[in-house]
C-alpha cells in the first residue's frame, strides 16, 4: 500500500545517483548525492509522488511535523506573524518549503484579511500540487513562484526547511580532516573519503573518529534572503543546536538522519529516494549568515517557549481533551518542545518580538 510504481521510481533515482557519482569521476560529495536523493525532478523523495506527512506509519507517512500535529501550532506563530506584519509595515506572507500546506491553511485562517497576498517557495512540483488543493479555498491571494523574488518586503517563514537542505560530511580520523563523499559499488553505494581544506566553524576538539556536517546550503540561503529582504522578517522553526552543542566532541557521530514509516535511520546509502534525510540546523551558523548579510536577529529560543511567549496556552483553553493531547508535544521538552527552536529575522528597525518575550537565548548563539 506504500506507493505505486515506487520499485522503478527507486531504480530510476538509483541509476541517475550511478550515472552522477561517475560523471564527477567516482566520487561524488555527499551534499551531491542528498540533493539528487531528495529533489531530483519525478525521482527524488520530496519530488515523486509520496505522502511524505502525517500521523501514524498507517497513512502511509514517514515522519509528522509541527503544523502536522495540531493546528494551534499555525494559530500561535499567526500572532507573532501579525506582530511582525504590524511592525514593518507589511502585507504578505512569504513561505519556504510548504509541504502540505497544512500551515499554509493555518496561517490564513487565523491572519484573514490582514495577509494580502501568500507566496509559496518550494523545491517540489508534486508538493505544490497537493498545496494548490488544499489552499483552493484562498483563491488567489496564494501564489507559488519558481525562483526567488527579486526582491521581497513582506513576512517570511519556513518550518522544518532548513533541516531538508543538503549537507557536507567531514569526517576527522584524529590527525586531519576528509570530507565523505559517496561512490558506487556495483548495484549499490559505499562511502569514502577524501583530503580536504573543508573544517566545522568550530575549534573542536573532536574525538578521532568524528563524522559531521557542514551546512553551506543552509547558509547560503539566508544569505539569499538577507539580500532580498528589503523589508520585513523571517522565522525559521527547525530541530537543532547552536555551534559549541552541535560539535560538541560527544556528538562524535553528527546528526544525519534518514526518516521512513515514522522510524529513523542512520543511513542514506540504503533506499535512496524512500526516505527522508535531514541534518540538525547549528543555529550560530544561520545567525551568523543573516546578520553578516544584514539581516538583525530579533530573537533565538526554544519552540515550547516561543508558542508559549505567543499564547498558546490561552488557545489550549478552548481545545478539546485531543487537541491538547497532540498540541502538548509541541511544547514537551522530551518531544518537540527543547529540541526544536525558533529564529527570528528583522530587514530594518528591530521590535521586541512577541515570541521571544522570555526565554531569548541569542546569546548562547
Ligand atoms: C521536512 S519538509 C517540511 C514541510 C512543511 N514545512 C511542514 O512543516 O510540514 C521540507 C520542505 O522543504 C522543501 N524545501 C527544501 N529545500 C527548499 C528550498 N531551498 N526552498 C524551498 N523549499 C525547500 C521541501 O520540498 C519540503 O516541502
Given at each position: 500500500m506504500f506507493r505505486t510504481g515506487a520499485d522503478s521510481v527507486s531504480a530510476r533515482l538509483r541509476q541517475r545517483l550511478h550515472e552522477a557519482i561517475a560523471a564527477a569521476g567516482g566520487w561524488l560529495p555527499f551534499d551531491r548525492f542528498m540533493a539528487i536523493a531528495l529533489?531530483?525532478?519525478?525521482?527524488g523523495y520530496y519530488t515523486r509522488n509520496a505522502r511524505q506527512f502525517g500521523a501514524l506509519p498507517s497513512s502511509g507517512s514517514d515522519f509528522i511535523t509541527a503544523p502536522e500535529l495540531s493546528p494551534l501550532f499555525g494559530a500561535a506563530l499567526a500572532r507573532q506573524l501579525a506582530q511582525a506584519l504590524d511592525a514593518t509595515g507589511t502585507d504578505e506572507l512569504f513561505e519556504f518549503g510548504a509541504g502540505s500546506g497544512a500551515l499554509a491553511a493555518q496561517l490564513l485562517d487565523a491572519l484573514g484579511a490582514r495577509v494580502r497576498r501568500y507566496a509559496i517557495v518550494d523545491l517540489s512540483g508534486t508538493l505544490r500540487a497537493r498545496q494548490a488543493e488544499r489552499l483552493a479555498r484562498f483563491g488567489d491571494r496564494v501564489c507559488w513562484l519558481d525562483a526567488w523574488p527579486a526582491r521581497i518586503e513582506g513576512v517570511v517563514v519556513g518550518n522544518e526547511v532548513l533541516d531538508a537542505m543538503p549537507v557536507q560530511l567531514l569526517h576527522f580520523d584524529g590527525t586531519g580532516w576528509q570530507e565523505r563523499g559517496v561512490a558506487s559499488t556495483g548495484d549499490g553505494f559505499a562511502w569514502q573519503d577524501r583530503p580536504t581544506a573543508l573544517r566545522p566553524p568550530h575549534a573542536g576538539p573532536f574525538e578521532p573518529g568524528t563524522v559531521t556536517e557542514i551546512h553551506p546550503q543552509a547558509e547560503a540561503f539566508v544569505r539569499t534572503l538577507a539580500a532580498r529582504l528589503a523589508r520585513g522578517a523571517a522565522f525559521f522553526v527547525d530541530y537543532g543546536f547552536p555551534e559549541a552543542e552541535y560539535y560538541h566532541p560527544q556528538r562524535s557521530g553528527g546528526t544525519l538522519m534518514c526518516h521512513r514509516g515514522h522510524q529513523a535511520d542512520a543511513d542514506p546509502l540504503a533506499d535512496a529516494g524512500e526516505k527522508d534525510i535531514t541534518a540538525h540546523v547549528n543555529f550560530s551558523a544561520v545567525a551568523l549568515a543573516g546578520q553578516d548579510a544584514g539581516l538583525q536577529v530579533l530573537g533565538y529560543t526554544s519552540q515550547a517557549h516561543f508558542l508559549l511567549n505567543c499564547g498558546i496556552a490561552e488557545l489550549l483553553q478552548d481545545a478539546s481533551l485531543a487537541e491538547r493531547a497532540a498540541a502538548q508535544k509541541l511544547l514537551a521538552e522530551h518531544e518537540m518542545g527543547e529540541l526544536f527552536k525558533v529564529i527570528g529575522f528583522v530587514a530594518g528597525e528591530p521590535f521586541d518580538a512577541l515570541g521571544f518575550v522570555h526565554g531569548d537565548r541569542s546569546h548562547r548563539l
Open positions: 529533489y531530483e525532478p519525478g525521482l
